[in-house]
């Protein structure tokens, strides 16, 4: 019987938390991908729209109209993420799990505003800025993240005539 | 100007490496630094164990009592015997360097520990237990056997190892990994302690009696009795597993030529 118990231990200190690791994993890297999939697809739809970060506009843009438009997106870590950028916190370093996370808000942000603005029938985007923020706190105590909110705004303009100068 | 269409450029803000490859460098490597700090730990408290003599200890922890330990009455019978016990076991330990104190815990878990300048604890869930005033002297005597080889000093260094890693990763869950390899080491030796602690007490309980009947008979009673599962459960979490334990008992007392059948002495409660 105490050679269960002691099995049993091992099950509960190494065992479970290894396992719900493996499964946050699995689910997370899954998720990730597909998310990556749907973003390369979508930006090789939009790729003829221009999106620039001048902060005037180009002299040679002929502009009939102009609004602000923007794309947000809020995303949060899975438990393997967690975990692994926990223990990298105790060395430092470069936390390896989180760098496909941000960038996946960051492509998906603009993405969706640059959807955001063809549908409403612009050309392009100029000064174009990212914005970023954590969005609150995953315990009580204060301390983990239970999520950042990527945002992407610009000055989405119509074309008079397009690229009226230079053609 | 002219605009010209381009694909973004992947993995400038990416690193290759693979996330499994990421979490195993980390989890492997912190497992290994943990235990290694905690083997370096073992032999600082070695170190401290040369140089602050038993003498010292036993002048300088003299009086002192847990502040969350629960007694029970100072006129109770059984304070009164098991200090009895204790004393007539100590007397074939020549030269015991301290003066034993016994305090019975309120609790009704069934335990016994050695503490700093010579005080044993013994729980009333244990006394409930035992059937015999052998089974008792066996429990007591192992408890001599840890001041013997100064093993309590090492279970505080022990502790206070714990408890440094526990406060350096606070807040910090990923991190219990770390602290749980520790633990694992230092049980690692703590085992030895306790064979060696089971040998000295069988040998005192055996000077006593002139041979070590029922000295294991509470073990085996746990062995096959389920019904005291949270006892065992409790007990287990300080001392080696009973099976093990009473093979090597039984080992050591054969090879000692000490006799296993004698007369039993009943408690005198």
């Known amino acids: ?167 | 100007m002219r605009f010209v269409a381009k694909r973004q450029k992947e993995g400038v803000n990416v690193s290759d490496t693979h996330p499994l490859v990421e979490a195993s460098t980390l989890i492997v490597g912190l497992a290994a630094i943990f235990a290694i700090i905690a083997v370096a730990l073992i032999f600082v408290v070695e170190l401290a164990l040369y140089f602050v003599s038993a003498e010292d200890e036993a002048n300088l922890f003299g009086d002192w009592l847990p502040d969350d330990l629960i007694t029970v009455a100072p006129n109770d019978e059984r304070l009164y015997q098991t200090q009895l016990l204790v004393d007539r076991l100590a007397s074939h330990w020549p030269g015991a360097p301290y003066t034993f104190r016994v305090e019975i815990d309120d609790s009704e878990i069934a335990n016994a520990m050695a503490l700093p300048g010579g005080l044993i604890i013994v729980t009333q869930g244990l006394l409930n237990q035992v059937e015999s005033e052998n089974e008792l002297a066996f429990v007591l005597g192992h408890e001599l056997g840890h001041f013997r080889n100064r093993d309590h000093i090492r279970a505080l260094g022990r502790g206070i190892v714990l408890s440094m890693f526990f406060a350096v990763v606070t807040g910090n869950d990923a991190a219990g990994i770390g602290i749980k390899a520790a633990d694992i080491t230092l049980r690692g030796f703590s085992r030895r302690q306790e064979t060696r602690a089971d040998e000295f007490g069988l040998g005192l309980v055996h000077s006593e009696y002139g041979h070590v009947d029922e000295s294991w008979r509470l073990f085996e009673r746990w062995n096959i009795d389920g019904s005291s599962f949270l006892d065992l459960v409790t007990y287990l979490s300080t001392h080696p597993e009973t099976g093990d334990r009473i093979a090597d008992m039984k080992r050591h007392a054969e090879l000692e030529r000490w006799p296993v059948d004698g007369e039993i002495t009943d408690l005198s409660w």
Do not use: C
């Open chain 1, 1 to 167: 019987m105490e050679g269960n118990i002691e099995q049993i231990n091992l099950f509960l200190n190494f065992g479970l938390p290894f396992l719900i690791l493996m499964i946050a994993y699995f689910f997370g890297s899954y998720i990730e991908k597909r998310h990556f999939r749907s973003i390369r697809k979508r930006e090789a739809e939009l790729l003829d729209f221009p999106v620039v970060s001048f902060d005037t506009m180009p002299d040679d843009w002929n502009v009939s109209r102009s609004d602000m438009v923007t794309g947000s997106i809020v995303i949060s870590l899975d438990y393997f993420k967690r975990v692994i950028a926990g223990l990298r916190g105790l060395i430092g370093g470069r936390i390896k799990t989180y760098e496909p996370l941000l960038e996946r808000a960051r492509r998906e942000a603009l993405l969706r505003m640059s959807e955001e603005a063809r549908t409403q029938g612009y050309d392009a985007i100029f000064n174009v800025r990212l914005e970023t923020s954590r969005l609150a706190n995953a315990r009580r105590d204060g301390k983990g993240v239970a999520g950042v909110e990527m945002l992407a705004f610009g000055t989405a303009v119509k074309f008079a005539s397009r690229f009226a100068n230079s053609e």
